[in-house]
């Protein structure tokens, strides 16, 4: 169900009565009349109070970026993308502008680096990284097979816990979701050492709750509303900046371009109960973490890496962002969102 947004470091603020009732406005009003309309919506009711209300003023910016996210959210469900990221763009720069909050502007001007400034783009790689000689086997969710015997004297590195014996392999790393880990790890002490025997180590993504002991938090460049990098970007800037440059196989990864998404060992919260999966979910996914950026934050950050037997993945890869955005569009949805 639709979900206003808001910043973080308001959280006074945002639990204050008359923000509150914004925010019910903006979450109701959106799921009665759709995106384009409530973007419209709540445009001319600020255009109707600009008088007395400044972009400075937290209750008019919530509305502001709210406005701007509902009409994104428009054009993507059109496949439209030249207006999207015209949109976008625009409040990318509205945030940079206007937030107090430090998070949400460096996500924005990370967008915006990425996606208009791609050749001079920086991501945090750490200076005191540890060389390693071992090739990480990254196994995705959309591999036609169950993980290769042949790369046993490689380290296995998974997106999701699976049923087979990753004992076989020279090292295995797990990295969990947000989502995941909140809904099946968090406070379940047997599910959590479990994969604490299984796996030599077990990487969470979540941002703010407290992690067991033995579960290790990583921090993704870029994450915020605007954008940031999904399961595989996460992982991949989680080992360079740990060991520098590396050497990988990929398998299984297809950038959401095919319409299957996830084999059948693969745990997936979007698997419906008739064995099909969730199109607006993926959807919705994209389009929190941005397809576009996803994918080129991908690209950029292949450069730091040595392949070996991943050409489905470099087919992709070395596309434009252009073409990859037309086949996207050939392949999923967006209208579901």
């Known amino acids: 169900m639709y979900r206003e ?7 006074d603020d945002n639990r204050s009565l008359k923000i509150l009732l914004v925010r019910l406005f ?10 384009k309309i409530s973007s419209l919506l709540f445009c001319l009711i600020l255009h109707s109070f600009k008088s007395f209300v400044k972009d400075k003023n937290y209750l ?5 970026i709210n406005a701007y996210r509902n009409l994104c959210m428009y054009f993507l469900s059109k496949k439209d993308n030249f207006n999207y990221r015209r949109e976008k763009k625009e409040w990318a720069q ?27 783009y920086k991501y945090r790689v750490s200076k005191n990284y540890q060389r390693v000689s071992d090739i990480f086997y990254i196994y995705g969710p959309n591999s036609k097979r169950n993980p290769s015997k042949k790369y046993s ?26 989502f995941y880990f909140h809904n099946s790890v968090l406070g379940n002490y047997l599910t959590q050492k479990s994969l604490l025997s299984k796996y030599s180590k077990v990487h969470v993504s979540c941002m703010h709750a407290k992690l067991p002991d033995g579960f290790n938090r990583i ?12 399961a595989l970007g996460r992982v991949l800037q989680t080992l360079t900046s740990r060991y520098g440059r590396i050497k990988c196989i990929i398998e299984g990864f297809d950038l959401y371009l095919d319409s299957k998404s996830y084999n059948l060992i693969y745990p997936s919260s979007l698997r419906l109960k008739n064995g099909g999966i969730n199109e607006k979910g993926i959807c919705s996914s994209l389009a929190h973490h941005d397809a576009e950026y996803n994918f080129l934050y991908l690209k950029k ?5 040595d392949f070996i037997n991943s050409e489905e993945f470099m087919s992709i890869v070395n596309m434009s962002s252009g073409e990859y955005m ?3 569009f050939e392949v999923r949805n967006f209208s579901k969102i």
Request: hydrophobic residues 35%.
């Open 219 to 230: 921090k993704s460049q870029g994450t915020g509303y605007l954008s940031g990098p999904m």
């Open 60 to 64: 008019s910016y919530v509305l502001r």
């Open 94 to 120: 509205y945030i940079i502008r206007n937030s107090e909050d430090k998070l949400a502007i460096n996500n924005a001007s990370d967008y915006l680096d990425l996606l208009y400034n791609f050749k001079n």
């Open 5 to 11: 947004i808001c910043e973080n470091p308001r959280v």
């Open 301 to 305: 950050i292949a450069d730091k890496i």
């Open 153 to 178: 004297d490689c380290r296995i590195v998974l997106t999701k816990p699976i049923e087979f014996d990753v004992s076989i392999y020279r090292g295995s790393e797990l990295f969990l979701n947000s």
């Open 26 to 35: 903006i979450r109701y009003t959106s799921r009665a009349v759709g995106y």
């Open 326 to 328: 037309k086949k996207l």
